[in-house]
């Protein structure tokens, strides 16, 4: 997911794809190239992301983190990027890949799923209203792209079972782009608000603990039919949690949840 400034980035604008515009790809295991793009990726998790991957491997999300993920603070970024791990070999490929092809393929994270387009978000105003973008953008081996099957970025996104992600990308998009601004003060990312707040957005496991075992419900007021999805609804959560980061970090008011 890419951020982009319509002021600074004309340039790249010029070459998004325009409603209905067709472009020709298909993948199949008949091409040389098959799998060649799961190989040594900087393959961005989102949020939603996690929450598919762990409950396809019926591990906790703690357990993912520390096994799949690399977890990066970039310069003049003030939350962390999620990244997938690749495998300890010579051509350091994805970890669910195997002789056949991608071992989680029905839950295969947004980007992937994207894949030969590339998903840009446009911030058009300061109140961050975001616009999604689309670029066609295989690499120069895929030979994907010489396909003659057409198809426009809607059809491609109903396809690959991507327009749930790509909504639930969107939704995450708008809370990150938050912290293009620092927050934090002297306390910095890694300090116990940045910890939380980390912990609401990929640690959803965690985080239900953390509402429903903690003094959480004596801190906040959560409406009554909110409290009762979250429970056992991962996805409500997961908004829910997006929702309390923007409350809790920047004081943006929430019509489900306030302090008490």
């Not at 791990?85 to 970890?95: D, G, L, Q, V």
Request: hydrophobic share 35%.
């Amino acid at each position: 997911m890419k951020y982009v400034d319509v002021k600074v980035q004309k340039d790249l604008l010029e070459n998004r794809l325009q409603e209905g515009e067709l472009f020709t790809f298909r993948c199949h295991d008949g091409l040389e190239c098959f799998t060649k793009c799961c190989r040594n990726l900087n393959l961005f998790l989102y949020p939603y992301d996690v929450l598919q991957l762990k409950n396809r491997l019926n591990i906790y999300s703690d357990q993912f983190l520390g096994s799949y993920v690399d977890i990066v603070l970039r310069e003049s970024n003030f939350f962390p990027d999620v990244l997938l791990r690749m495998s300890e070999n010579a051509e350091k490929t994805c970890p669910f890949l195997n002789d056949s092809g991608c071992k989680v393929y029905p839950d295969r994270p947004d980007t992937c799923r994207t894949f030969p387009l590339e998903q840009g978000i446009l911030f058009q105003e300061p109140s961050g209203k975001a616009t999604d973008l689309y670029f066609f953008k295989p690499p120069d081996f895929c030979l994907g792209q010489y396909e003659s099957q057409e198809w426009t970025t809607e059809t491609w996104s109903e396809n690959q079972g991507a327009v749930f992600y790509h909504e639930m990308t969107a939704k995450w998009s708008e809370v990150k782009a938050l912290f293009h601004a620092d927050p934090w003060g002297r306390e910095g990312p890694n300090g116990p608000k940045g910890k939380m707040a980390f912990m609401a957005a990929y640690n959803l496991d965690k985080f239900r603990d953390f509402v429903f075992h903690s003094t959480f419900l004596k801190r906040y007021k959560v409406k009554a039919d909110v409290l009762k999805k979250i429970k056992t609804d991962d996805v409500a959560l997961m908004k829910f949690g997006f929702g309390w980061i923007k409350l809790f970090i920047w004081g943006i008011k929430q019509t489900y949840l306030k302090k008490r």
